[in-house]
Nanobody, 122 residues
Framework: VQLQASGGGSVQAGGSLRLSCAAS????????VGWFRQAPGKEREFVAT????????YYADSVKGRSTISRDNAKNTAYLQMTSLKPDDTAVYYC????????????????WGPGTQVTVSS
């Protein structure tokens, strides 16, 4: 599975962004999707995950209530809508795919795409 994240950019605090994760795999619906982020000098951390069907989601406490993960299996694409962005949200955001079940650990994911930079200024 090849993944490509897009939609990053520079915004002011309080702004919004929608990240997209396009997958090459026709059986995209067999994979759970996760979003992770990595700030400079920090480890990659979990942000959100969505089940294969899209009916189950889970968020890190740091983004809960401000972010919404979704997917459109017909388009082989997953999304991360982020609102009320804070400077602490500045990071490279990665999407990842895991066969079957969702997970929160980076090591559980099978496929990763190149990241997209999100920069939030105060």
């Amino acid at each position: 599975v090849q993944l490509q994240a897009s939609g990053g950019g520079s915004v002011q605090a309080g702004g919004s962004l929608r990240l997209s994760c396009a997958a090459s795999e026709r059986t995209f619906s067999n994979f759970a999707v996760g979003w992770f982020r990595q700030a400079p000098g920090k480890e990659r951390e979990f942000v959100a995950t969505i089940s294969r069907s899209g009916t189950s989601t889970y968020y890190a406490d740091s983004v809960k209530g401000r972010s919404t993960i979704s997917r459109d299996n017909a388009k082989n694409t997953a999304y991360l809508q982020m609102t009320s962005l804070k400077p602490d949200d500045t990071a490279v955001y990665y999407c990842a795919a895991k066969y079957l079940m969702s997970a929160v650990r980076t090591g559980d994911y099978d496929y990763w795409g190149p990241g997209t930079q999100v920069t939030v200024s105060s």
